[in-house]
């Protein structure tokens, strides 16, 4: 997985329990779907750049804005395919350690940054 295979893949459309792709949720409530040929588990996460940090984490986070979004949509890549909760995840670290068990690619359009995130394959 690369970000040139990744990337593009994607779209929004309105909420719909019939497309079968790859959805996440924007604070606004827009969803983003990531369409996709790629084998594989996946995982997907977004959020706006520019967010506040939330205050349960800004005691902890002395960069951008930008990067601890940047870093929080990769946490929740890894939750999600890891089946780890998010919460202990990070207070166990944050940023999240790399995860051998996931390959991830990061992207920024716009306001939003989005992590796309794979199971890599077990040995
Ligand atoms: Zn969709």
């Not at 990531?34 to 706006?48: I, N």
Request: charged residues 15%; contains cysteine; hydrophobic residues 50%.
């Amino acid at each position: 997985m690369t970000a040139a295979n990744a990337v593009p893949a994607r779209a929004s459309h309105p909420p719909s329990a019939a497309c079968r792709s790859l959805h996440t949720y924007l604070p606004t409530g827009a969803q983003l779907c990531w369409r996709h040929e790629l084998p594989g588990s996946f995982a997907l996460d977004a959020e706006f750049v520019a967010a506040a940090v939330p205050s349960a984490l800004a005691a902890r986070w002395s960069g951008t804005r930008a990067g601890f979004w940047q870093a929080w949509v990769a946490a929740e890549v890894v939750a999600k395919l890891t089946g780890t909760p998010i919460l202990p995840l990070v207070a166990a670290g944050f940023p999240v350690p790399e995860d051998s068990r996931v390959e991830m690619v990061n992207a920024t359009r716009q306001d939003v940054v989005v992590c796309f995130g794979r199971l890599r394959a077990q040995p």
